[in-house]
């Protein structure tokens, strides 16, 4: 089974601009599996939106459980083929949240703008897909989404006409679909861990340690990500706490804000050392 082959790790954390502003975390991000499919998502809400983080989290959730539904329902083996009928429920899903509210154009405007990057694996296919921007990798390849921060919402499409955006360009796209024995790795992340690409080879002064920033690869590289779960988040969570301490010596008082200026959530899927597979009838 998928889940005896693969295992799937989630971090976020809130980006420094965010915090500064005083801002929630906006992004979301959900995994869902039942042993023959493993879906995943996550939702970049929009900043400027008073309660995108509602939306996101709520969107990231539907996509990752709805992909696997639409797999298992309609016994397909590839997740490009169920592209067009996850979006269409998308749509409805949100419209029918919006349908309860007393102003829906509202409602559409504070929650529901937020993009979307996805994978969905079974035991032959591994596909991964987006609307609007982000980053993904594949086996440590990098592929970075980007929308000239105007990304295409899923929600532009509820209330067809009010936007003024091109709603046929608007599609949940499939950017890479390879056979699941193929698979080492695979990364989908907010727009935010552009700084991590950005920023990597940059040494950074955190309480008095000096470092070299790693890549976003890193993730996907090295095995301790992989045998301890919970070292995702300690990372992003100690690339982005802010911290000052104050050097005695020379009378200087050091601050640490933070190398994350947006919000960064991750989503690493890696396979897993043969040591720790077990009970897989081959």
């Known amino acids: 089974m998928i889940t005896d082959e693969f295992m799937a790790v989630a971090g976020t954390v809130i980006g420094t601009e965010h915090r500064r502003l005083g801002k929630n975390n906006q992004d979301g991000y959900f995994i869902a599996a039942n042993g023959y499919v493993l879906s995943a998502a996550i939702s970049d809400g929009c900043s400027s939106s008073i ?41 409805k899903y949100m419209k029918n949240i919006l349908s309860r509210h007393q102003n829906p154009e509202s409602a559409l405007d504070e929650m529901f703008l937020a993009t979307i990057v996805g994978v969905i694996m079974n035991d032959y296919f591994a596909t991964i897909y987006a609307i609007g921007d ?31 955006v091109d709603e ?14 193929d698979v080492e790795s695979i990364l989908i992340a907010t ?47 100690q690339l982005n706490t802010e911290r000052t301490s104050i050097d005695w010596e020379n009378r200087e008082i050091n601050k640490f804000e933070g190398i994350l200026s947006d919000d960064t959530t991750i989503i690493l899927i890696k396979r897993k050392d043969p040591a720790q597979i077990s009970n897989i009838d081959r």
């Open 168 to 181: 046929s360009k608007i599609k949940l796209r499939l950017k890479r679909e390879v056979f699941t024995d």
């Open 51 to 91: 309660s995108s983080e509602v939306g996101a989290k709520l969107l990231s959730r539907f996509i990752a459980e709805e992909a696997l539904k639409l797999i298992m329902r309609e016994c397909v083996i590839k997740g490009s083929e169920i592209m067009e009928r996850l979006e269409e429920n998308a749509i």
């Open 191 to 237: 727009d935010g861990a552009n700084d991590l690409i950005r920023k990597a080879g940059r040494t950074i002064n955190i309480l008095g340690k000096e470092e070299k920033v790693k890549g976003l690869n890193q993730f996907e590289k090295e095995e301790k990500y992989l045998r301890n779960p919970t070292l995702l988040q300690k990372r992003l969570t």
């Open 134 to 164: 982000g980053v993904y990798a594949l086996n440590g390849e990098i592929g970075i989404i980007d929308e000239s921060n105007m990304p295409n919402y899923p929600a532009y499409k509820v209330l067809p006409g009010n936007y003024e």
